[in-house]
């Protein structure tokens, strides 16, 4: 007999942990929807066309490919399915795959209803997405994202809206973060430095691991890299990053743009400050919003500002270590890869998995385990009780109770011991006196407490 077992990277949610993680998830959608966001779902496959080219050469390798319906080696390449060459055989086998992040399928979306939807359009998305990593902590290959997108706009006004719904978020989860921005128009003026675009990419790789890898690391692998010369824009960017403000940083990066001779790279690097600047002005707060040169994430479509959010909460355990819990940035290009050229977009994603992860370690889920539930459960005590308890619960429904009819008339302890295990708050008993006197008993499951009720017409 087999052993059932899940995949690699994957969970099953019983009803409590889903309790607490919808509880999560009404925040959110909350939030998403006080500020006028509506909902979006797509589907879980795209066609691999959409997806490949869009996340980097890493990204191509994590996506999950679904082999082609029916026979699927019908249109296989011979050549390389003799060679066992697997990369080169791919695309005859497969040509649709399992959607790897939230926002590369909104930008399809947003293409193909270009004459449906208005413009600016504001959307969230609450859904899993897949990818083929290695399981770890806090990393799995199946996991929800819940996304907030602006598309066609392009004031900065969304990026300081899009970190202040952060805040709302995580202020109603009573979980303490830090919001890391950047932004791509600081980290372009090192191309110049790094003495091309390709030496860049590279060097943003590795100054991304800094968190990982530390000072002497990043040092280490650039010059094992070959990128010498991008060494000194690390200590800069080391150097600013020590500073105790974010006006501080920002001055430091003023004084730096006086410096450069490449007219291109300087106004970017004076755009990516203004920018900066001026979201750290429209945030009502901006104590846990902190300015971070180094912030290098996803850059391959990201074109402006960039951030990350991190845990700073006293009450996750220190040995408790995960990777960001949100992220996102502005891609003003990425519509134009579906042929959408001119249209401006900016998004952050919410990490579901990682953010319930972290709660459950501070202590800060709702505990299903104890708390009584608001639901009722109806029990028959024999055969001739059951028809009159479950028109009972019909009736009782329709006044907008939540009410469950236990199916079958077992003795009342077993029911009512069902009830306990499920943490109903009440239950109602029917008997024959109840029936033939068109009444029902409620009986309060915290408090023992019992009241005669009218049959409700």
């Given at each position: 007999m087999e052993k059932p077992g899940l995949p690699s990277g994957t969970r099953d949610f019983g009803p409590e942990t889903m309790i607490q993680r919808k509880y999560i998830l009404s925040i959110m959608q909350q939030v998403f929807e006080s500020h006028g966001f509506g909902a979006l779902e797509t589907p879980a496959l795209e066609n691999l066309k959409t997806l490949q080219g869009k996340y980097g050469e890493e990204g191509d390798?994590?996506?999950?490919?679904?082999?082609?319906?029916?026979?699927?080696?019908?249109?296989?390449?011979?050549?390389?399915?003799?060679?066992?060459?697997?990369?080169?055989?791919?695309?005859?086998?497969?040509?649709?795959?399992?959607?790897?992040?939230?926002?590369?399928?909104?930008?399809?979306?947003?293409?193909?209803n270009r004459d449906k939807i208005s413009f600016p359009f504001k959307r969230y998305q609450m859904q899993p997405v897949w990818r083929a990593d290695r399981p770890q902590k806090g990393r799995y290959r199946e996991f929800w994202q819940c996304d907030i997108d602006v598309v066609g706009a392009n004031s900065i006004v969304s990026e300081a809206e899009l970190i202040e719904m952060y805040q709302e978020v995580f202020a109603q989860l009573k979980l303490g973060v830090v919001i890391r921005i950047n932004h791509r128009g600081i980290l372009d003026a090192f191309v110049p430095m790094a003495g091309s675009l390709e030496a860049w990419q590279q060097f943003m790789i590795v100054?991304?691991?800094?968190?990982?890898?530390?000072?002497?690391?990043?040092?280490?692998?650039?010059?094992?890299?070959?990128?010498?010369?991008?060494?000194?824009?690390?200590?800069?960017?080391?150097?600013?990053?020590?500073?105790?403000?974010?006006?501080?940083?920002?001055?430091?990066?003023?004084?730096?743009?006086?410096?450069?001779?490449?007219?291109?790279?300087?106004?970017?690097?004076?755009?990516?400050?203004?920018?900066?600047?001026?979201?750290?002005?429209?945030?009502?707060?901006?104590?846990?919003?902190?300015?971070?040169?180094?912030?290098?994430?996803?850059?391959?479509?990201?074109?402006?500002?960039?951030?990350?959010?991190?845990?700073?909460?006293?009450?996750?355990?220190?040995?408790?270590?995960?990777?960001?819990?949100?992220?996102?940035?502005?891609?003003?290009?990425?519509?134009?890869?579906?042929?959408?050229?001119?249209?401006?977009?900016?998004?952050?994603?919410?990490?579901?998995?990682?953010?319930?992860?972290?709660?459950?370690?501070?202590?800060?889920?709702?505990?299903?385990?104890t708390e009584k539930h608001e639901s009722c459960l109806v029990c028959a005590m024999d055969e001739a009780c059951l028809d009159y308890a479950y028109d009972l619960c019909n009736r009782l429904r329709k006044q907008g109770e939540k009410i469950e009819l236990y199916?079958?008339?077992?003795?009342?302890?077993k029911q009512l011991e069902y009830a306990n295990q499920r943490n109903f708050g009440s239950a109602i008993i029917i008997g024959d006196s109840e029936m033939e006197q068109k009444t029902y008993v409620m009986k309060n499951l915290v408090t023992g407490a019992q009241e005669t009720r009218k049959f409700p017409q």
């Open positions: 390798q994590l996506l999950f490919k679904v082999l082609n319906s029916g026979d699927f080696l019908s249109k296989a390449d011979n050549q390389w399915l003799a060679e066992k060459n697997s990369k080169a055989l791919a695309p005859s086998i497969s040509d649709r795959g399992l959607r790897y992040d939230l926002t590369v399928p909104m930008a399809r979306f947003v293409v193909m100054i991304d691991k800094a968190d990982k890898i530390g000072s002497d690391g990043v040092v280490k692998e650039l010059n094992e890299r070959g990128l010498c010369n991008t060494v000194a824009a690390w200590e800069f960017l080391e150097k600013t990053q020590e500073l105790p403000t974010n006006e501080d940083k920002l001055a430091a990066l003023r004084s730096f743009a006086d410096g450069l001779n490449n007219q291109e790279f300087k106004e970017r690097l004076v755009r990516g400050v203004f920018d900066i600047s001026k979201i750290l002005t429209l945030v009502e707060s901006n104590q846990n919003v902190h300015l971070d040169v180094s912030l290098a994430r996803g850059l391959s479509y990201y074109t402006g500002t960039v951030m990350e959010v991190v845990v700073d909460d006293g009450k996750v355990p220190a040995d408790f270590k995960i990777g960001s819990i949100g992220g996102g940035g502005r891609y003003d290009n990425l519509t134009g890869m579906f042929g959408l050229k001119d249209v401006s977009g900016v998004g952050v994603s919410f990490g579901l998995d990682r953010i319930y992860d972290v709660l459950q370690a501070a202590a800060l889920l709702p505990s299903a385990g199916p079958g008339t077992p003795k009342l302890k």
